[in-house]
């Protein structure tokens, strides 16, 4: 199976910004479509953001204008540039891709941790 690999969360002040990585075993950005999830304390996972294989880009509500999905398909790696960070965007974060219909692809992995704290 397609391994995903997530990485680049730690702790961060409010307003503060990061970038996480997904790191795929295989070329499939030209594919599928590639999604971020997160799932907060108490909280069911919910998706983030997605880019379909042709670059298309769609965003939670909670994340427009502040949150930047994109992929590099020579490295096989897929990104979200994270900005004005807020609590609420405390989480651990996924990436996963996503068929048709609606399954995902790779199982799920560790995750990447996001905490934001004063």
């Known amino acids: 199976q397609v391994q995903l690999v997530e990485s680049g969360g730690g702790l961060v002040q409010p307003g503060g910004s990061l970038r996480l990585s997904c790191a795929a075993s295989?070329?499939?950005?030209?594919?599928?479509?590639m999604a971020w999830y997160r799932q907060g304390p108490g909280k069911q996972r919910e998706l983030v953001a997605r880019?379909?294989?042709?670059?298309?880009?769609n965003y939670a509500a909670s994340v427009k204008g502040r949150f930047t999905i994109s992929r590099d398909k020579a490295k096989n790696t897929m990104y979200l540039q994270m900005n004005s960070l807020q609590l609420e965007d405390t989480a651990v974060y996924y990436c996963?891709?996503?068929?048709?219909?609606?399954?995902?692809?790779?199982?799920w992995g560790q995750g990447t941790q996001v905490t934001v704290s004063s």
């Open positions: 996963n891709a996503v068929l048709e219909s609606g399954s995902y692809l790779a199982p």
């Open positions: 295989g070329s499939i950005f030209s594919i599928y479509t």
């Open positions: 880019i379909s294989s042709g670059g298309t880009t």
